[in-house]
């Protein structure tokens, strides 16, 4: 996995429906990488491995960005398919089901692109549904924790 100079590099976000974690990461990445000044350098969306397609950002992922002074736009959940191993460069999961889900649904040629989220942190851990939990600030903390810690591995890859 390297993000490189000159070359954009696309992330794609993945969870069980993409209402919750996976639209969370989305907005929380394309967030970090403005910050950052690497916005143009990343192409960053999100899907599901499951659900039917079509339905909103869940009111609580809304809610909890919104707190945190980060809005939320509109958009409806996409299913992960297949042939969208060719078009991105790394699928960040949530939990290991989505991992589990994303090596099935991609196929073994996508299998070094695929990862977990919290695997960029000090403690890796399944990130908790809050569709599940209601714990939308928990899943928060986590997201935003494996976010910074992802975008500070592919910036730094990135000026190597």
């Given at each position: ?32 990488v403005?910050?950052?000044g ?81 695997d ?16 939308f ?24």
């Amino acid at each position: 996995m390297r993000a490189r100079q000159g070359r954009v590099f696309r992330v794609m976000f993945v969870c069980f429906g993409n209402i919750c974690r996976s639209p969370m990461a989305e907005v929380l990445f394309r967030e970090a990488v403005k910050r950052a000044g690497a916005e143009d350098a990343f192409e960053v969306a999100s899907a599901a491995t499951a659900c039917e397609e079509g339905r909103p950002v869940h009111e609580g992922t809304v809610r909890v960005l919104e707190a945190h002074g980060i809005g939320c736009p509109a958009r409806r959940s996409v299913l992960l398919r297949a042939e969208d191993a060719c078009r991105y460069d790394l699928f960040v999961g949530m939990d290991g089901r989505n991992v589990r889900a994303m090596r099935r649904i991609l196929g073994e040629d996508a299998a070094g692109k695929i990862c977990a989220l919290a695997d960029f942190t000090p403690s890796p851990h399944d990130i908790a549904d809050p569709w599940e939990t209601g714990d939308f600030d928990a899943a928060y903390r986590d997201v935003s924790e494996g976010v910074s810690a992802l975008v500070a591995k592919l910036i730094g890859e990135e000026n190597e």
